[in-house]
């Protein structure tokens, strides 16, 4: 009884790898951390962790200080980035975020339904992400109202009646004789 | 064949019976819609042999959906979180439809992989139905496809993440990654070709390829179940049927879509910002992080690259001529390895912290 042909496998992975190693020229790219020397990105990525990981203190300390260390300070009212510093040593979450975000001369947030633009960024091409100063994240749902409870009904009913329709249509008993030889 | 007759009815159902039947057949004799009618064993009507028509209906819903968001999301990376924002706040029931979409996709997902399982373990990919095997398998490489790429266009924090992987990924494969290269349409931001890829690109490759599937199961017939090769017994009922039965199941998932769209609504992140690495991806490609975690970011090219070697090597590998699972223990064994292999990287991926990797 033959199952798997331990040859043809073997073949196949060969030339699959030879082929992988043909067409992977690059692999030192792949930790190319296209690393940036200013100021103005420093401080996005910074408001990017107070929005995205408020626990990681660290992260954030260290993004600010990459700020106020950089070459480029272009686009950054330094003063508040040092500003920002000694409010994150207070612990100061909120308010190191406000002073970074006007740093840029972007609005200041206000919460999670800040509507946007905050600032008005350049246009953006290639990868650019577009963003300024980042927006809260959204959950999904903040509470039910009616409309919402007509749809769950609506949803339920659909689902049911096709529960009861596929009871209905479902085959019959259908026999089970056995593999049999093979054909 | 003359309408049956029922002597009971009244005259004027009778007549609007014969008015209906001749408008029927007066379509068949333009469109020949008749043809659907062909018979295919009773089996094809049990749920594990109706998951491909499933998968097609959550592919109807995602198209009608997609449809209605398309009309109101805005592929600009200065705007485009933004309008999903909107979407979900200002459109009238645009929460509800952002959300069918969402969970229709992952059904999706999910019963495609049913599909192929039901497939594997029933050994449906055998002689002569290799060629319809590769035809899934290429479909379902779309349909992670156009998860990627639907998640990269909320453009917040998570989708940028993926599609920086995505970028780093298209540098490792060299020259062959070139669409997956900010510089191939400089000017052009790389979201905006996303999009198009999302509406146009994917979801016409798959109805392309979802035509030649049907095709080639109506060309070779439905497989018979292993375990009654020669169908013996089994009763023959119209494809239109198994339409008829696909709907009614259509209407399950549909109505538990609904249900899971209005109490579990997908939030949006936080706008997205260039160099840092703080959110994890979806789900379905957690197994593959759990590799980039080990080896670095080639372990996801790797990862992917061997498992789809795999499914498309598998109907050339197998000559064993036999379907019942009990009849097949190596392949069980190893398809059972393989699966187990990236349910445990799943979850190791699910309990690690998101680490910086580009």
């Known amino acids: 009884m033959t199952f ?13 790898a030879a082929l992988a190693l043909l067409l992977t020229p690059q692999v030192a790219a792949a930790d190319g951390d296209e690393g940036t020397d200013r100021a103005y990105d420093f401080v996005r990525q910074a408001i990017a962790l107070i929005v995205n990981t408020p626990g990681d203190m660290e992260g954030i300390e260290d993004k600010v200080g990459d700020a106020l260390e950089a070459p480029d300070a272009s686009q950054v009212r330094m003063p508040l980035v040092e500003r920002a510093e000694q409010a994150l040593e207070g612990g100061d979450l909120h308010q190191v ?32 992400s577009g963003t300024v100063a980042a927006l809260d994240p959204r959950p999904g749902r903040n509470g039910f109202n009616g409309g919402d409870w007509i749809i769950l009904a609506l949803s339920a009913a659909a689902g049911l009646g096709g529960v009861a329709l596929s009871l209905r249509l479902r085959p019959r008993r259908l026999p089970h004789p056995g593999p049999g030889p093979v054909r | 064949m003359k309408p049956k007759l029922n002597t009971h009815e009244a005259p004027a159902a009778v007549e609007r019976r014969r008015w209906g039947h001749r408008a029927l057949d007066t379509i068949d004799d333009r469109l020949g819609i008749k043809a659907v009618q062909y018979p295919v064993p009773a089996h094809a009507n049990t749920i594990s042999y109706s998951l491909g028509g499933l998968t097609a209906v959550a592919l109807l819903i995602l198209t009608v959906t997609g449809i209605a968001l398309a009309q109101f999301y805005n592929p600009d990376p200065t705007a485009a979180n933004q309008s999903v924002r909107d979407i979900v706040d200002n459109i009238y029931l645009g929460r509800w439809v952002r959300g069918l979409h ?20 029933t050994g449906s990919y055998k002689r002569p139905r290799e060629a319809n095997w590769l035809v899934g ?22 989708g940028f993440e993926a599609l920086a992987h995505n970028l780093e990924l298209g540098r490792l494969l060299g020259g062959l990654g070139f669409w997956f290269s900010d510089s191939f349409s400089e000017g052009v931001p790389i979201v905006v070709r996303l999009y198009v890829a999302h509406v146009a690109i994917i979801p016409g490759l798959i109805l392309a390829l979802f035509a030649l599937h049907a095709l080639l199961v109506k060309y070779h017939k439905i497989s018979p179940r292993p375990d009654n090769p020669t169908e013996s017994g089994e009763p023959a009922e119209p494809f239109t049927h198994h339409l008829r039965h696909i709907g009614a199941l259509g209407l399950v998932l549909l109505g538990g879509l609904g249900v899971l769209a209005v109490l579990f609504p997908p939030g949006i992140g936080a706008t997205p910002v260039e160099g840092i690495e703080v959110t994890r991806p979806r789900w379905m490609f957690w197994w593959m992080f759990t590799l980039e975690n080990w080896v670095g970011l080639s372990g996801i090219l790797w990862g992917a690259a061997a498992l789809f070697a795999l499914l498309v090597a598998l109907p050339f590998l197998d000559h064993n001529r036999r379907r019942y699972w009990r009849q097949r223990p190596v392949a069980m064994i190893l398809g059972a390895l393989v699966l187990v292999a990236i349910i445990v990287l799943t979850v190791l991926e699910a309990v690690s912290t998101p680490a910086q990797h580009l």
């Open chain 2, 102 to 121: 969402f969970w229709a996709a992952e059904a999706m997902y999910v019963l495609a992989i049913l599909h192929l399982l039901r497939i594997y373990v």
């Open chain 1, 4 to 16: 798997i042909d331990v040859r043809r496998l073997l073949t196949t992975t060969g030339v699959l």
């Open chain 2, 137 to 158: 398998v290429a479909m379902f490489a779309l349909i992670i496809g156009a998860l990627f790429t639907g998640t990269v266009l909320k453009w917040d924090q998570e």
């Open chain 1, 97 to 128: 975020r406000a002073l970074l975000e006007r740093s840029l001369g972007a609005r200041v947030h206000l919460g999670s339904d800040e509507p946007a633009p905050i600032g008005q960024p350049a246009r953006p091409t290639g990868m650019d």
